[in-house]
């Protein structure tokens, strides 16, 4: 579903500037697509949908690796999902740096 998300909220901040502009009255709408069309790199939405689905994968797999390594009551899996939380959170910050690195160089 990232992937989706991702989608998604490229999308909406297109449509929220569109209206924001339009708004207050500051650029035209044809002004406004002719900017986007300008600016536009088929590239950048490969990117971010790449990253999205590497991020995707490491949260699934930290996520179950923890969670089928739990054993206990629901103390441990609060630890166990905590620890999946913390881990996963490094691992995209690293991962970021490495993918970016590597796309956009």
């Known amino acids: 579903i990232n992937p989706v998300l991702i989608v ?4 909406m901040g ?3 500037g569109w209206m924001a502009m339009s708004a207050f009255g500051l650029v035209t709408t044809t002004n406004y ?3 986007l069309r300008l600016d536009f790199e088929a590239y950048t939405i490969f990117y971010a949908l790449m990253k999205t689905l590497f991020f995707a994968f490491i949260i699934s797999t930290i996520s179950g690796f923890y969670g089928y390594k739990t054993n206990g009551g629901a103390l441990e899996v609060g630890q166990a999902s905590t620890k999946a939380v913390v881990v996963s959170s490094i ?3 690293l991962f970021n ?7 956009l160089t």
């Open 8 to 11: 998604l909220s490229m999308w």
């Open 14 to 16: 297109i449509l929220g």
């Open 33 to 35: 697509v002719d900017g």
């Open 91 to 93: 691992l995209i910050i």
């Open 97 to 103: 740096l490495v993918l970016t690195q590597l796309f």
